[in-house]
């Protein structure tokens, strides 16, 4: 048995007397200015290419967010976005979506690569400065037009700084569609603010959407209920899915506002046919009802994020892998145009 | 069933006619050079903060590659570098090291992070830039005194690039001492130079090593002898192993060179003790054999790698990853002072 | 390859000519009123506490039966109990049921513990005995008023002494819901009239229950479904399942009775949603068609039990733990007003 | 890492110089005659069998096909004829089908074992005369009056020879029922005209089947979808099974033909009901979807298979091929009269 | 995501204002006093029994002790007593030890059941209380002569009370060997006196212990040197076990005092042999290491335990069920005479 | 639960009136007589190849018995052939063994498939008539100078048909060489002679092994030393393998009979090397120690086996197939010349 958890290099070391405060500040600033850089280029080239294969509209693009600490129970989610490009590219399927999109067109899909969350983590970045990162990550994605944001998470928390980023580029709130078993609107969970638990109490607060409603729910406390209440959460329990389907499979959404946000926690599925998930709440949606939702749904989406999947829980072959990634799929075809 | 693999982002589409090629190549230019500084950036921070801090004449940094495709068979290691690192810093152990190393004192061990091999390839990079890029990264951990690098494979094509750098670094040979079930010296595979079948004839050709020690070997094909006796290999077969152990556990490598590089293949163990491996090959050594040669080792261990662990063959509980992460602890600490 | 099966404790020694028959008997009757003296402190002790926080009419107290012996095929039920608490008290989700009752309350769920299965057996206690005691233990938590009992599995047998127990408590008759795959309802199956496959046979035959549904059927015999008609059971097949849904879920049970008793076998749902039981018959019920049974039903539930989860067959993240211990905690929710 | 794939047996040698070609030749012929002689004994003997039971009208036997090398990802479906038999007549379940027959019953259920592919191709037989050896096979089955093929892949490329022999022993077309993610109709998949992507092309072109209907696609290119107008299908993809499922359920087939074909590829379901497959395929049938369409079509069976079931794919408990299992016993339910 | 982490029946409600407290310590005295009851009563019947077989000198008793709260890690070795029992006496080997000892003779082997552990919690019993509980339950045992106890962890906080009960009883102190990969030696684990990682320490500051020799050892600090310094530990490190095989597989221990305890951590072993413990730590024993220690100790063992077995991190076949499960064995084969 | 266990085709039919017995038997002769008659052109097909190619005094060539029903415990060394042979030509390793043979030279490595154990025995053929069919088939084998068999189990209980059939073709008795955890020596194991734990028992009754060596052995009761002593069996236990090491290695066997047989039980390995086997018995060889005694072995080895891998037990990944695979080929190597 033993003794004390290891520490990752800097992360502790602010308290240490013989270095110097602003060395470290200073390199902080260095290293977060080039990791900034990096994702301008990325963005740019991508952008550049699909501007010049032209007729592109809307395009998605995926950037992953490999953040998993603020998740209350496990961090797998860190390790989730190279295994779903992964499963995206897998030789066991094709690059045609169901609808009949072409994946391998460039003006379908690109992507930007990862936000280096865990190597800002390492060089003492804070929580705050990590969720600023993340937003203006996003933000210069969708400097490049027609490139739009699909985010690979990454646990919940992220879509926070996501959410907020999409918002303030557009100048304006957007309609939130959420699919999920939890509603993650805790005013603060365990102390975190930027908990996975409460990032739709920070979105909501901030005024970044306007409609924001919640399929899948069926683990959700009093606090949650109250909460929703509050900020006029339209929540779709899975109690009452059998009536609500009809309503959810026919939406139209984002009239109005700047645009559709979907943000797809990959535990909205029951664990039957997602198990690579922190938390499992059985009792979920059936991937064909999530596409369902998501095939009939009216809407100008302008940003997405899949998140929560945790490849430290998947089974050996990798199937909520494959999940993950038919949704980023489907998402991209609902995305691009 | 299916139809045509996917392909990912530009890496197939110079033969577009409407792109402009100079378009791409302006813009993979600016992503690498960004990606270099980055690396660059946080190196520099990692360095700043040890020579701070006082005391160190060598310092292990980690280097993550995660690079899988010029493996034969499996791509599964280009996904181990976080999965060593979360190893390493594992609740489920202590941070002091078997001789009484502590990890968490910075002048012992950094980090700098991952080349980000993924989105390079994904920008259209070739394997030759590729190779380049993997080089002038380790080159920058280098630059920082007293910094040294630890590198995270990634496949065991890798140490190619790695030992070069390291070798042209220091302005001359060095002594390797290679832990593997296989010779990895051939001319070419399925004609692939940069293949991990191949990386030690590319180290022998260039000179940059004076002494190969091969040792775990098991699995040699006529032409992998040919080759060895070729370069004046000294290979350690397997079969004679209990007759070997007495030297090999009292090695002294590096008089009169620029020191010693140490490439462990997690497959010189024997799968017992590391299943997560792309090649299960049974006969290998034991875990305390290893550590022995290591413990017992006269060297100046000027940098290491740590290679072909493949976190989709790992048991669910990720005895292959604690594996990885001990033998990199022990390396750290081998290389420190 | 081995030779002959160890055989456990004194269970096989009645026959040692060199121990006096009465010395074991004596031995065998302090146990077994210990073993119930211990059940009888803990339901007294959480009685106790439960009428002095005061305002509960009825409250579930979970009455865990490691019983394994009496199936045909595996025997790791008898493993459940503690699995199955650990699921619900897991960090993974919250204190809530899905219609919002605290499971913290104690008002609303208590714990009297296991009865000793396997050192009463290894006492040499045998089946007949063994079920008395079962049925012994039941009624001492039906005792404590307010107190419910909620039987945690255990192989399918021990619902025969637990509805016993129930109606003999009681005072007549209960209605029973029924979710299994199997009618479990055989005369006697290969020889033993307490197997898994007989116990609503026995509990017809003693006039234990008046109506008996039984939901989710399909794996069924001839003798199946004559024995179903002889006992006038309303058998309600998969096949016919999505005709009869709209009654299964809304119904009506316990009128004229002293009350219903809810028995779920993990093994009604599909594998996919339960993959951890001895018998995987596909084809069964969604995670939710069984929410949606019991939240819909009208009863005054005053016992049930889950049973047949079998921990050795379950995924590594123990799925089917967690689908079993939701299963317990909307069963609470049900029972304790 | 490694050097050369091994080459099995004389598979490669005919440019061996020092090897007669018609040593080889005459040697094959004989294996490929004794392997059909084989068969028509086994076969013979379960015809003889069922005769002298009398009152059987038709009757399924088993005939395995462990074929797999002409899948494009994986190979393991050439291990499943062995696995789904233990299935079949595992422990865990009785022997009697949902609607009542009884498969231990010899006029209901017998086998003829495996056609020997691997030994086949060991000696050198090419798929040329695999095909044509297969399609014998299912004919010497056949020739024994009342049995009918009820065939286990290997993978899809099996149900080209069989439906084949199927319509040429009955002398015309059948109606073909096709249950699976993909339509398996490309014209000619990675070069192979013997592809399991290409084999419902191959029947269509033959002649074989009149009507073809494809139930369960989700995975489908431009070109399936436009061979499937060339052939006439009638494809049915899972984006509209809501509105398809009434027709779906009901169908009536083979009228004005020589009978009725049914191929299921375990695929159809989604990976949450048979996760033991090498296309992972999200969105599919749920296993009691696919027995409601079997239940209640209205056809005469005349052969059927079941393919692509993955054995190294499978969950350790072997949950898919008791899906497999189930559908075997379930198509010789409705085979047999 | 989630909210507040349930919490388990009455062990939080001291602080409720409407239940009486002593009515709450009412009720927990009789449930102790059942507890205590239960044990006592099944180790007089069984010291009955061997006492009537006869010609026992010393006859070994397992006691269960499933407590795993103390890990600093994971908890799953509360669920190890149950599966060591079923490995024990698993059909795929036979009763006899490797040396000949029959173990379905009860003088050899008996079994006096598990100390309440996971009930006595939920009676709000806190581990002060529990700690004396599990003393007392060795001493019940003890108190049968000729019975000596083998208990079944269990983390290893359990060996400090069962080496304090065993010293009292006997009188005096006792040797220990310790075989583990940590030393157990910390003065407080994080602010917990009981932890498993601080249980020599309390051991060796009680005066149980005189000589204390730790195998084994591959993970410890400075803190853990200085304390085996402080109390004369001989602490045998994996570093130079080549070096200290002879003499630890020729020891002679327990001369001068009451007799020798031996404690044996399953991960002592090399996760390869044992992968189902909670703290991987490479570099370990081999099986056969541990049993030439054990097979050519002189001593007499006056008690033992095997602690620390996970069987939640165990492969699926339970492999390491089965090495815990052969230790015991072995362990009874060295008590017994 | 469920009913009553299927039964598989004919095989209990015999009592059934209405069949007439002769049917059945001259059916099963003409099942038997083809089985052969392929076996034997399989086997001639391969012997005229090697012949061709000429140079081989001695050229192993496998022959698969997939037979599992003599175990006492587990089937699952029925499936086990074809995963060996995918093993030994898995893309993973080379075809060149550790002293330099290469398999894919046909005169060191042919193969002449499967005896068809699963079909005859559906065809009601019994153990007596199945065991001499399976020496025929080895027969068959040797008739084609210079093959030599190289038998895949199955179960151990082939071993005694295959030795039978090697001694009175070769015409006098053999030494043998067994490797096994067990003796395999019981007079009649569960009453049946054929038992795959008294296969040695009839080998030695047969007088068709001079000396017979067991190495490895670790579970033996004191019926099997008994037995040991009677046939005079060299027992070398592992208990005192250390001390026996050196003899072991450096063997000289078959002076003065007809060659040397060499029997390797996969579970003479440790579990922790070789984990898919039926019966884990902890404490065994390393795949090392296994090796140096077959490279250091001096012997004409005329035929041999490795038996008793059970696919249904291995890693996900297949690590005991590769290890059985890696014996197969090191002992073509022994074989060949």
């Given at each position: 048995?033993?003794?004390?958890?290891?520490?990752?290099?800097?992360?502790?070391?602010?308290?240490?007397?013989?270095?110097?405060?602003?060395?470290?500040?200073?390199?902080?600033?260095?290293?977060?200015?080039?990791?900034?850089?990096?994702?301008?280029?990325?963005?740019?080239?991508?952008?550049?290419?699909?501007?010049?294969?032209?007729?592109?509209?809307?395009?998605?693009?995926?950037?992953?967010?490999?953040?998993?600490?603020?998740?209350?129970?496990?961090?797998?989610?860190?390790?989730?976005?190279?295994?779903?490009?992964?499963?995206?590219?897998?030789?066991?399927?094709?690059?045609?979506?169901?609808?009949?999109?072409?994946?391998?067109?460039?003006?379908?899909?690109?992507?930007?690569?990862?936000?280096?969350?865990?190597?800002?983590?390492?060089?003492?970045?804070?929580?705050?400065?990590?969720?600023?990162?993340?937003?203006?990550?996003?933000?210069?994605?969708?400097?490049?037009?027609?490139?739009?944001?699909?985010?690979?998470?990454?646990?919940?928390s992220i879509s926070y700084p996501v959410v907020r980023?999409?918002?303030?580029?557009?100048?304006?709130?957007?309609?939130?569609?959420?699919?999920?078993?939890?509603?993650?609107?805790?005013?603060?969970?365990?102390?975190?603010?930027?908990?996975?638990?409460?990032?739709?109490?920070?979105?909501?607060?901030?005024?970044?959407?306007?409609?924001?409603?919640?399929?899948?729910?069926?683990?959700?406390?009093?606090?949650?209920?109250?909460?929703?209440?509050?900020?006029?959460?339209?929540?779709?329990?899975?109690?009452?899915?059998?009536?609500?389907?009809?309503?959810?499979?026919?939406?139209?959404?984002?009239?109005?506002?700047?645009?559709?946000?979907?943000?797809?926690?990959?535990?909205?599925?029951?664990?039957?046919?997602?198990?690579?998930v922190s938390h499992i709440e059985p009792g979920g949606?059936?991937?064909?009802?999530?596409?369902?939702?998501?095939?009939?749904l009216q809407a100008d989406v302008v940003a997405a994020?899949?998140?929560?999947?945790?490849?430290?829980?998947?089974?050996?072959?990798?199937?909520?892998?494959?999940?993950?990634?038919?949704?980023?799929?489907?998402?991209?075809?609902?995305?691009?145009?």
């Open positions: 048995m033993m003794i004390k958890a290891g520490r990752r290099g800097i992360h502790y070391l602010h308290t240490l007397n013989n270095v110097p405060k602003n060395l470290i500040e200073k390199g902080q600033s260095r290293v977060v200015e080039a990791s900034l850089t990096l994702i301008r280029e990325r963005a740019k080239l991508k952008g550049e290419l699909v501007r010049a294969l032209g007729g592109a509209k809307a395009s998605s693009s995926l950037l992953g967010v490999p953040l998993g600490h603020n998740s209350s129970f496990l961090q797998g989610p860190a390790f989730a976005p190279p295994r779903i490009r992964e499963a995206i590219w897998c030789g066991s399927t094709n690059a045609t979506t169901e609808e009949g999109k072409e994946l391998d067109d460039p003006r379908v899909l690109t992507d930007v690569g990862d936000v280096p969350v865990q190597e800002l983590r390492d060089c003492g970045i804070d929580d705050d400065r990590l969720m600023n990162i993340i937003s203006e990550s996003v933000k210069l994605v969708m400097e490049e037009d027609p490139l739009r944001p699909l985010v690979l998470g990454g646990d919940h980023a999409v918002s303030e580029k557009l100048g304006g709130p957007v309609d939130v569609l959420h699919l999920d078993a939890h509603p993650d609107i805790y005013g603060c969970f365990e102390g975190n603010k930027y908990s996975h638990a409460s990032s739709f109490a920070r979105i909501m607060e901030g005024g970044y959407a306007r409609r924001l409603l919640q399929v899948g729910i069926r683990s959700i406390t009093s606090e949650g209920r109250e909460q929703g209440k509050r900020f006029g959460v339209e929540q779709y329990e899975m109690r009452t899915f059998s009536k609500d389907r009809h309503f959810l499979e026919n939406l139209k959404l984002g009239e109005g506002v700047k645009g559709v946000y979907i943000s797809i926690d990959v535990d909205c599925l029951d664990p039957a046919f997602a198990p690579g949606l059936s991937f064909r009802d999530v596409l369902n939702i998501l095939h009939n994020d899949v998140v929560e999947f945790n490849p430290q829980r998947d089974t050996v072959d990798g199937m909520t892998a494959m999940v993950a990634a038919k949704l980023v799929r489907e998402l991209t075809a609902k995305i691009s145009k």
